[in-house]
């Protein structure tokens, strides 16, 4: 029997199964999960784990995940090293290419913090093992798959190997980014996140030449703290303070109007948006901004309601995927629900129609 282990933040067990479950069924695969409810993982048991796999990374739910291949139950506590290496050397006669790198995974959820202090020890002994073993190159190598091992505790380890395309910008999809000194409120590292997540590492260099944004819903503007960090000129659209300090760079202009109603005279480069308003009403108004050229390009927070969360997502989805279809074939048009995203999902969308 093989399975995904896939990892989503505790609470959102639910949509993370139901959406894979339905992204594995369009492609004809299927498969179940025991869910334990804010574990932050589900393991979901597929004979099609092969064909499901390469799905991962478009999953909005989902912030990183793999195929497993062995599970070792009931390890001798006095020697876990032994039966776990054996099965790595099992594997590696499947994998010619080598692995890269090795990962001790746990659950993010509250039961699992002792779990996650034995994992964080154990990798050590466990790189130097294997590398003494031959099964894992000298140095770190991104481009090989790597080894991941998911303990549920001390003595149950499932292991598998990932495949560099399909590997999360963070192991586990956990996003550890420092919080920048002068940055006005914690939701700065949720933008931050979204361009690394969306973009890529070197995000910063793509938005060189950008010069102008807009930040719908901007104050106190933790947002607006990051474009301004790229020398970007920012319209921070809110009727509430802004930090006195980003005012003070000069490069904010506070429009104290409604996000829904207010334009700027130009076209910009960015439009980011943060209001807390319905979903669907937002995410009609990021389009129309793109549609009619007010903006180039265009990353926005959708908060979702307790119930139905995957289901109310799903009907925004299909609005978009419709009108994008219809007008602009060629957009980019992305979601995911991001480490530092609570109730609520973050989107990346590119018409890409800037010259006409
Ligand atoms: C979650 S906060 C934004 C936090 C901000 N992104 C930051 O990083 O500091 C939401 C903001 O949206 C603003 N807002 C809600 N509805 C709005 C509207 N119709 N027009 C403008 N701002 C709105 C609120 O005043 C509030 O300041």
Known sequence: MTALLLYCRPGF????????VDAASHKGAFGWANLQPNSGFVLFETEQAEQVYPLLPKLVFTRDGWPVTERLTELDTQDRLTP????IARLEKRNKAGFGNVSCEYAEGDEFHSTSRFASK?????????????????????????????FSDSSNVIIGVDSPNCRASWPMGVARLKFPAGAPSR???????AFIHFLGSDWREQLADHHTAVDLGAAPGGWTWQLVNQK???HAVDNGSMDTQLMDTA???????DGFIWKPKKRVDWLVCDMVEKPAKVARLMYQWLHQQHAKAAIFNLKLPMKKRLHQWQEIKEELDNLIAEQHPSAIFQARHLYH???EIT???NLRNQNG
């Open 13 to 20: 067990e639910k949509e993370c199964l139901a959406e894979v």
């Open 84 to 87: 776990i290496i054996a099965a």
């Open 122 to 150: 154990f990798v050590n002994p466990l790189r130097q093992a294997l590398r003494r073993e031959g099964l894992l190159t000298k140095k770190e190598r991104a481009d090989l798959p790597a080894l991941r091992l998911f």
């Open 187 to 193: 939701s700065t590292l949720k933008l931050e996140e």
């Open 232 to 234: 970007i000129y920012v």
């Open 251 to 257: 490069l904010v202009d506070h429009v104290q109007e």
């Open 341 to 343: 995203d609570r109730e």
């Open 347 to 349: 989107v990346y969308l």
